[in-house]
């Protein structure tokens, strides 16, 4: 159980961390570890945002070379392809890192770029990339890269479905991973600050206020039911994503106006069911408006594609796939993979998030590169803020912070001084890649999620601690068993269970919504398996 907001008030910390998405959790951890009292806040539940709604891809780094025409690009922009190379060898080096350490929560699978006549990336520019990362990168886990330019069909089972057979001149295979899902290593980082000392406080919103005499700055705390305290930092690292203009422009110093630092960029996905010849691979191509597109294994027989890639201003907040978006996915899907015939009704859910990007007015679309802001300059001395953090990379991000806190505090007296602790990576709990699980193994997970892991809602359970409502929409007695598993530890009468229920499954139906309105509790047909 988190404290009470009374039994922290006026209390100080060394390191306050605003924002529970996977890169706050990971510093917050990292700081506690190295012996700094941290308080980590969140205003809603963790990996709430961009954390839990990302393509889920633990790339090479490969991607980063993906441009049209990319020796021009390049070429006229040496100070892209720096920045590229830059954060292709932060890529292998992450891929390096989850792969070897975190073996329950990634699974490997065979990525395939195929390369057209016509194609923007060419067969050599794929050679060349991929020899650039075994430069760049560690050498473990290989790359496995395989060129294969002739008998597609017999050397790649799902190759038939591909467009335009008489054009495709090669397709590239290397191995690649996907994250189980990310929500877990978010709530694990969590945990792990939290048994490191952390005092972590989920649905609990902070502003930041005026730097008192003894140089710590006041933190205004309001928990989600109207609770509220004081607190005081020494140093805030701002880790809010979508959220850091919003909470710099709520600071005392915010009043007169901040730098805006955040472009958001909308991204949508969709998942269906394919036939077995699918399983073990992942596609990867540029969609028919130039930017990176993707078919990625989930779980079982589900797949999912995407991204889009829109400007996004307001509030990311539940953003969901608009009908526009599903349909374009489905057109770039059925474009690369016209043998499948997809259709709504093969939509089984969709989701969209909004990126955290660096806001640059030369690049409208945002910079993706990793930056951390002193917001000194801003008159707000004490403030770090990170931007354009992807989820892969979060345990160096972690690091990087770390590496701040020490330079702007000093190394904390308490510091360990041993070898680093290995992180947490759940071994109990259910996984999304698991086949499946008796009722009893789901009751023990969903009460869990509530006495040990902080959960407060049906949405936290379903989603971001158990994954049970990522493998397919969950049916109303679903939900029910699970709602009445955990209404005794929330004290909810049979009214308020039946509203949480409710809850859930209209959030389910609009920010998970199915390709159509009658599929939201159906489990669909694998594509192909059974047609003729």
Request: with cysteine; proline share 5%; charged share 25%.
């Amino acid at each position: 159980m988190q404290p009470k907001l009374a039994n922290i008030d006026g209390s100080e910390w060394d390191v306050a961390v605003i924002g529970a998405g996977i890169n706050g959790a990971a510093t917050a951890r990292e700081l506690a570890m190295a012996g700094y009292s941290v308080l980590l806040c969140e205003k809603g539940d963790f990996a709430g945002g961009a954390s839990s709604r990302s393509s889920r891809l633990l790339h090479c780094g490969l991607r980063y070379f993906e441009t049209e025409a990319p020796v021009r690009a390049f070429g006229l922009h040496p100070g892209r392809f720096l920045q590229a190379l830059t954060m292709a060898r932060e890529g292998m080096e992450a891929r390096h890192e989850l792969a070897t350490t975190a073996r329950e929560g990634v699974r490997p699978f065979t990525m395939c770029f195929p390369v057209y006549t016509e194609s923007p990336i060419k067969t050599w520019h794929l050679d060349v990339g991929l020899r650039l990362l075994r430069q760049l990168g560690p050498s473990e886990p290989p790359l496995e890269y395989r060129k294969i330019t002739s008998d597609f069909e017999a050397k790649l089972p799902f190759a038939k479905d591909l467009r335009d057979h008489d054009r495709l001149r090669s397709i590239a295979t290397y191995r690649e991973y996907v994250f189980d899902w990310p929500e877990r290593f978010c709530v694990d980082a969590a945990l792990e600050a939290e048994a490191l000392g952390a005092t972590v406080l989920n649905f609990c919103g902070a502003r930041l206020g005026e730097l008192d005499a003894g140089g710590c700055r006041e933190i205004a705390l309001q928990g989600r039911d109207g609770s509220a305290g004081k607190v005081r930092a020494r140093l805030v690292f701002n880790m809010a994503g979508t959220w850091i203009d919003a909470v710099n422009a709520g600071s005392a110093e915010g009043a007169t106006g901040t730098r805006r630092l955040v472009q958001g960029t909308k991204g949508s996905h969709i998942m269906a069911r394919l036939p077995n010849t699918y399983r073990g691979y992942g596609i990867a191509t540029m969609h028919r408006k130039g930017m990176p597109f993707y078919c990625l294994p989930s779980h079982e027989d589900f797949f999912y594609f995407g991204p889009t890639e829109t400007l996004f201003e307001g509030d990311a907040s539940d953003v969901s796939a608009t009908d526009e978006e599903i349909d374009f996915l489905l057109g770039e899907a059925n474009f690369l993979l016209p043998g499948l015939r997809l259709g709504r009704e093969d939509v089984a859910l969709s989701w969209a998030g909004v990126r955290p990007l660096t806001f640059d007015r030369d690049l409208p679309m945002g910079r993706r590169s990793r930056q951390i802001h002193d917001l000194a300059s801003e008159g707000m001395p004490g403030v770090f803020a990170m931007t354009a953090g992807p989820v892969m990379s979060h345990r160096s991000a972690a690091r990087q912070l770390r590496k701040r806190a020490e330079t702007a505090l000093g190394k904390a007296p308490q510091a360990n001084n041993g070898e680093p602790k290995s992180w947490r990576v759940s071994k109990n709990t259910l996984r999304l890649s698991d086949p499946g699980m008796s009722g009893n193994v789901r009751r023990a997970a969903v009460r869990r999620a509530v006495t040990q892991e902080h959960a407060q809602d049906l949405k936290g359970i379903l989603y971001t601690r158990t994954a049970l409502a990522w493998r397919r929409h969950l049916a109303r007695n679903e939900v029910e068993d699970a709602a009445a598993s955990v209404s005794d530890l929330f004290d909810w009468t049979p009214e308020q269970t039946a509203e949480e229920v409710d809850r859930f499954l209209a959030y389910q139906n609009t920010v998970f919504r199915a390709g159509t309105p009658d599929r939201s509790s159906a489990m669909p047909t694998p594509k192909g398996d059974t047609q003729p």
